[in-house]
């Protein structure tokens, strides 16, 4: 029986008989033994995101010893880290329902301006959260953590907490992938020792809300939340692997029920963990303006229009103009905040690889991705065909999902020849940042392979717009946005295997404005 079930029944009771109950049912977290008792009862600490100009998402989560029905929260924000000066105070409820989630969504403040917040309740404090909301004027720079891909049974999330320590960041982008579906027997690294909860693979919205209560119990996530507001947007193993509207590779409707049950209990989840709001008559696509530096445009690309994937290049519905990634609201949607953008750099946060990737000298009976934007090139043309007639300059493509590293000039097939005389004809430019921990291709293969993958990716006669990839080595992208200039870090962990505190910046690129081409380091 589940839970939620079970408290419905004794409150049934307790109204109906009119005895006063002594106490509630035992609660103990299922993760218990993985959490900072230090932290009593904010164990999962505190998180904050989605900052505008005037307000900020601030976010956490209460766990009673008991199971209570409602639990009352206040919640404080101030201007210094130790809230001497408080300008905004307000109490919420939680309850199973929520499980035990807490999100307040924080109005009035000031634009541009970094924030303190924490969390009181059950007796206990929260840890204290810092945050900043979005400057109306024009800044000087910015600079955006990219991140994606963190699944906890690969290793250790040591690229949160390098992340965590930088204080400069205006804001952490999560292009999806922030947790994973799989059981213990799954898709992951048993041997180190971090399992999952539940064991088995998650499909009702208990095993859902475990896995991200374990997720969010790891040290270096909670102060990478705890530091830095995040912009989040999903990929498919935050439901299942290779996920579209409709269904997922990895859902077997006999054995796992209906896919719709299993997609809302997923979607449940995912807003109560995340600290975002969420958007009225859609689900997650959604944009933010950095004033006239960026404006940054957060992409759907699996659960708001994604048809079926193709098995191969072949199928005739390939080439089909009905085929969508985004939907047809959302295509339109993008299309109006591109062209109505009056911002110098326009990032799109992206799911997968937009541009053409070749992948024939490496794997000739898969020479193309078709979970990418290559299993959807009508819809891909489109886009930049868009980008190309309208003449938007500065377009920056974020990307994650492949776990992997790149750097792309985004060049249309009908610009190929120009671009292959002249270097001309890039209409965007498209970053692939690492995975945060999750396996790329030397947990599989040996470095020998992974130095030929890598080699025959890069090949130029057929991959010239590619300019730079690593397949082998966790971590994230630091980009830095100016009026003149774009700057791409990609910092890598030394390992995933222990806690570490070592990490480097193996690659640069800068991206003059107006020019779209990296210039290597």
């Excluded at 004027?137 to 040591?158: M, P, R």
């Excluded at 475990?210 to 102060?223: F, G, M, P, T, V």
């Excluded at 790329?440 to 130029?460: H, P, R």
Aim: hydrophobic share 35%; proline share 4%.
């Amino acid at each position: 029986m589940r839970q939620n079930t079970i408290t419905a029944i004794i409150l049934l009771l307790y109204c109906s008989c009119g005895t006063k109950m002594q106490s509630w049912p035992e609660y103990k977290s299922p993760v218990a033994s993985q959490t900072n008792p230090d932290l009593k009862p904010f164990y999962q600490g505190v998180a904050s995101g989605d900052p505008l100009t005037d307000r900020v998402i601030i976010w956490t989560r209460i766990t009673p010893e008991q199971e209570l029905p409602s639990i009352e929260v206040k919640w404080e924000v101030a201007k210094d880290s130790l809230f001497l000066d408080v300008v905004k105070t307000g109490i919420t409820n939680t309850s199973p329902g929520l499980d035990y989630t807490v999100k307040a969504d924080v109005a009035g403040l000031e634009a541009g301006h970094t924030y303190f917040y924490r969390f009181h309740g059950l007796e206990g404090t929260s840890l204290t959260g810092r945050t900043k909301t979005i400057s109306r004027e024009t800044v000087d720079s910015l600079k955006f953590a990219v991140i994606s891909c963190s699944n906890f049974q690969w290793g250790y999330f040591n690229a949160y907490g390098r992340i965590a320590e930088k204080k400069d960041i205006d804001a952490v982008l999560h292009l999806g992938d922030y947790i994973y579906e799989y059981g213990i027997d799954g898709y992951g690294d048993t041997t180190i020792g971090r399992l999952h909860l539940p064991e088995h693979e998650i499909i009702t919205l208990e095993d859902y809300r475990l896995r991200y209560a374990q997720y969010r119990s790891d040290k270096d996530l909670i102060a990478a939340h705890q530091n830095h507001p995040f912009i989040t947007i999903w990929d498919d193993h935050e439901v299942a692997n290779d996920n579209y509207t409709a269904g997922a590779q990895n859902h077997q409707p006999d054995t796992e029920g209906a896919y719709e049950d299993r997609m809302a209990a997923a979607v449940q989840a995912y807003y109560e963990w995340m600290p975002m709001r969420k958007p009225d008559n859609r689900l997650l696509y959604r944009a933010f303006s950095f004033g006239e530096m960026a404006d940054l445009i957060m992409l759907d690309g699996r659960l708001e229009g994604r048809d079926v994937q193709v098995d191969s290049m072949s199928d005739p519905a390939y080439l089909s103009e009905e085929r969508s990634m985004l939907g047809v609201e959302q295509l339109n949607w993008l299309f109006s905040q591109l062209e109505n953008s009056p911002a110098k750099w326009k990032l799109i946060g992206n799911q997968v690889i937009f541009s053409d990737l070749d992948m024939s000298p490496a794997f000739p009976h898969r020479p193309r991705n078709l979970d990418s934007w290559d299993g959807y090139p009508v819809e891909k043309n489109k886009i930049e065909d868009f980008i190309s007639d309208n003449s938007i300059q500065n377009t920056i493509i974020l990307t994650g999902d492949t776990h992997t590293s790149w750097a792309f000039e985004v060049v249309p097939e009908r610009n190929r020849q120009q671009y292959l005389a002249d270097g001309s004809g890039v209409i965007a430019l498209e970053i692939g940042t690492p995975s945060i921990n999750s396996a790329n291709y030397d947990e599989y293969v040996s470095m020998d392979t992974v130095l030929f993958v890598q080699m025959a990716y890069s090949d130029k006669r057929l991959n010239p717009h590619l300019k730079y990839t690593n397949l082998s080595d966790h971590g994230y992208v630091i980009l830095t946005l100016t009026k003149d200039k774009a700057r791409a870090d990609w910092y890598y962990v030394n390992t995933v295997r222990e806690p570490s505190t070592q990490e480097r910046i193996a690659k640069s690129y800068t991206i003059q404005s107006g020019t779209a081409k990296f210039t290597g380091e």
